[in-house]
């Protein structure tokens, strides 16, 4: 019979985790013009801050001097967080900490080649970073387990059982990408925000206006690949591996088709393309037919269907929509208020008159 | 008046932004409600077939786009065969298939795992690749789903759990090919290989191997990435290497690769003066018919069958067994089956076999019931005696050897190494 848990609990994580990396793109692109194609690179720090202080904390702490990257060692790890729930906790909010520093760390690093390169070539630095780090760690085996990775990172949440642990852990995604999104918010229309939109628009211009903007795309930089490697502890904790071979530049393009999908500058737009995406890599799955009771014993793969329509409805939206499901808007400002109101036609004689009976 | 009318027009936005979401709250909460209700009705008539769900995790897409619809349909293969065959005994079940693509990808794999949890299944044959394999066992673990993989062969996952293995593993071949390269009189290899789980696995294995006693032989590694189109640096050390060697009889190269990367090495290989002058030898994964024409380049077919391009595969001596499944699938798919698609049709008929020997669909009573089951079963891909990890126990290995009669390409077969013995023993 069929087990929604997983279904519900892979759509409501998956959607947090892909929000969150989608919000600190369109920080950098939508607002700042900043096409951080590197973004998996930014995404795989956390990934691996996770990774490494799970395998090589629950080592110190148990004395184990084995081989940390085999199925073995992964059991015992799964078996240590069984027995000690509060350690894993600890290493999941450490780890939360430390790879929001690092990344930002690692975006300030980033923003030396965007002071001398803009659009194209700087995305194409940016995919090349994200390639170096991948294959350094995928050859440097002592830090992470080389190409096999690591596996047995526990959920954080192992004490509420296997289910329970899905849940809350599926809950405690969601309640951070709202975080997010109310951040992004709020530093999009914030001083800060209409300043990375100018220099998105006319960094010249905002130059001549005394703003320094490599200071901007640093500050940008740095808070989008924090927020990132935010993303990529989730993402560890949940898939309970970390392998090199995940980091690869696809998911970064798959980050940009949320972002130009639901509205690049639109952090709603970020929020439906993500979700848009992610129902739709579900629903489209033959386990999702056997669900409504289908049986999908077609002439050709319906696997390969599945990434057909995917394409196609990205395709159909970016032609008939190029700004997007929810294209970009104005940032919200007090004088763009007033201008709009000033703009409306003349109030009805009772709304006027219901003005005059309220107090100054 | 203007503080009224923005207060009035921000509070109409904010309003209308509220609607809007409690409209998308509630229709999400209708259709997961919705879903549920249609997960829980029953399926079929009262007293009518039995159901019992398998999953095929094969991905058929990336670096397995080419094989791995081969390797599915040794899976669907014997699904349709056991239906067949529970039906014209008058037996009430019936086992239908969901294949999900796991990309080749360890969170893919992760991602297609959890989709055949979500459908209620219970057994799984695949994933192929040991990071695959390394990803989702802690789910088939943690929710008691018998998993058998078709291919995976690193020897860091031998643990006893619920994930099973039909395919040797790879300190197996690495024994046998060390046997093999003493046998041809090779002293000094150049191994090109790809840079994961197995082919890092193997070639160190036979690095170790063959550099200790009795073989006492020199191998220089060069490891290359997995995802990258152009093999042209690696292929360049390789060639750097076997100079080094002496480029001799004594000299050869041992490429461990799949598809696209097999390929590509072996077409930037033919241009290379060292190495199209010395003998080559090639893993398991080598003996796939797209590195013969029309699927490669003529110039490759001419390149492997000059080269005497030789290895192993494990793989049963033919018998009637091995000559029915062949027949069988050539002729549901007018195609020859790939290697591995013995192996993931053994891995399927042993999955449905546990659950009708069981007499339960339950994970727990399938893992046990599968190592009893496969005591007696001999398939495709030969016995299927389990170790104590759930791992198929040992194999013998077929040697092959590309060859051109003038019209067609083949991987003819002209020996078996015995891992009873250690002996290599030709036709």
């Known amino acids: 019979m069929a087990d929604l848990l997983f279904l519900y ?19 950098e692109y939508g607002y700042a013009g900043q096409p951080n194609l590197g973004k998996v690179f930014f995404f795989s720090i956390g990934a691996y801050v996770a990774g490494i202080l799970v395998a090589h904390g629950t080592a110190a702490l148990t004395g184990y001097t084995g081989d940390l990257f085999t199925a073995q060692a992964a059991n015992a790890r799964l078996l240590y967080a069984a027995a000690n729930p509060g350690t894993i906790l600890s290493f999941f909010i450490g780890a939360l900490a430390l790879a929001g520093l690092v990344g930002a760390g690692f975006g300030v690093l980033a923003s030396y080649p965007a002071l001398r390169l803009r659009g194209d070539f700087l995305a194409i630095v940016l995919i090349a970073v994200g390639e170096v780090g991948r294959v350094f760690v995928r050859v440097y085996t002592p830090l992470a387990g080389g190409n096999i990775g690591i596996g047995g990172v526990p959920s954080p949440f192992v004490f509420l059982g296997d289910r329970g642990a899905r849940v809350a852990f599926s809950v405690l995604v969601l309640l951070l990408a709202l975080g997010t999104f109310l951040f992004a918010s709020r530093l999009s229309n914030s001083p800060l925000g209409r300043l990375l939109k100018s220099v998105r628009d006319d960094e010249l211009a905002s130059n001549v206006f005394g703003k320094r903007t490599p200071w901007v795309k640093a500050q940008i930089l740095a808070v989008g690949s924090g927020i990132a490697a935010i993303a990529g502890v989730l993402w560890a904790f949940w898939f309970q591996t970390v392998a090199a071979d995940d980091f690869i530049p696809q998911l970064t393009f798959l980050v940009v088709a949320m972002v130009l999908l639901g509205g690049a500058g639109n952090h709603r737009g970020v929020l439906v393309g993500a979700i848009t995406m992610t129902v739709l890599d579900h629903v489209t799955r033959p386990s999702f037919y056997a669900i409504l009771g289908f049986e999908a014993n077609l002439a050709f793969d319906i696997n390969y269907l599945r990434y057909i329509l995917i394409g ?22 007090p004088a763009l208020d007033i201008a709009r109101a000033l703009r409306r036609p003349a109030p009805a004689a009772d709304t006027l008159q219901a003005e005059r009976t309220q107090p100054p | 008046m203007a503080g009224a009318a923005e207060t009035a027009g921000t509070g109409g936005a904010a309003s209308r932004m509220k609607i809007l979401l409690a409209v998308l709250v509630a229709i999400i ?3 997961a409600g919705a879903l549920a209700y249609v997960a829980t009705l029953p399926r079929g008539p009262t007293g009518g077939p039995v159901t019992y769900l398998i999953g095929v995790e094969i991905a058929i897409t990336n670096q397995y786009a080419t094989d791995g619809p081969l390797r599915r349909d040794g899976a669907y293969l014997a699904i349709d065969q056991m239906n067949a065959q529970l039906l014209a005994a008058g037996s009430p079940i019936q086992f239908q298939r969901i294949h999900e693509d796991s990309g080749g990808s360890p969170t893919g794999a992760t991602n297609s795992f959890n989709a055949l949890l979500s459908a209620g299944v219970k057994i799984v044959v695949g994933p192929l690749s040991s990071g695959e394999v390394n990803a989702v066992m802690p789910l088939a673990n943690a929710n008691q789903v018998v998993a058998i993989s078709p291919s995976s062969t690193a020897p860091s996952l031998a643990v006893d759990d619920y994930m099973f293995r039909v395919a040797p593993n790879d300190a197996f071949q690495a024994r046998a090919l060390a046997k093999l390269l003493q046998d041809q009189a090779i002293t000094k290899v150049g191994v090109i290989a790809r840079d994961d789980d197995y082919g890092r696995g193997l070639a160190n294995l036979l690095k170790s191997t063959y550099e200790a006693a009795p073989y006492s032989g020199q191998v220089t590694l060069v490891m290359y990435d997995p995802t990258a189109t152009t093999h042209t640096t690696e292929v360049g050390l390789l060639s750097t290497a076997i100079n080094g060697f002496g480029a001799d009889a004594q000299t050869a190269v041992l490429i461990i690769a799949f598809e696209p990367d097999g390929v590509d090495i072996l077409n930037l290989a033919r241009q290379d003066t060292p190495l199209s002058s010395v003998r080559w030898f090639g893993s398991e994964t080598l003996r796939r018919t797209a590195f013969f024409p029309p699927t490669a380049a003529p110039e490759i077919g001419q390149f492997v069958v000059q080269r005497n391009l030789t290895g192993f595969f494990p793989s049963a001596v033919r018998n009637p067994v091995v000559v029915k499944f062949e027949a069988d699938y050539n002729a549901a798919f007018s195609r020859a089956p790939s290697p591995y698609a013995y192996y993931s049709y053994d891995a399927a008929m042993l999955l449905m076999l546990s659950v009708l020997r069981a007499g339960t669909y339950d994970g727990p009573a399938v893992r046990a019931m599968l190592p009893v089951v496969g005591q007696t079963y001999i398939g495709a891909s030969g016995h299927k005696i389990f170790d104590q990890y759930g791992d198929y126990a040992a194999a ?6 590309a060859t051109f009669d003038g019209t067609n390409y083949a991987f003819t077969e002209v020996g078996t190494w015995f891992y009873a013995t250690g002996n290599l023993v030709w036709d």
């Not at chain 1, 409805?313 to 400002?333: A, D, N, Q, W, Y």
């Open chain 1, 312 to 333: 196609l409805m990205i395709i159909l939206i970016l032609m008939f929509r190029p700004g997007g499901l929810l294209p970009e808007k104005p940032v919200r400002t």
């Open chain 2, 29 to 31: 909460i209708v259709l």
């Open chain 2, 396 to 401: 013998d290995y077929r040697v092959w050897h």
């Open chain 1, 9 to 27: 609990t892979s759509i409501a994580t998956l959607f947090g985790i892909y929000a969150i990396l989608a919000l600190s793109f369109n920080l």
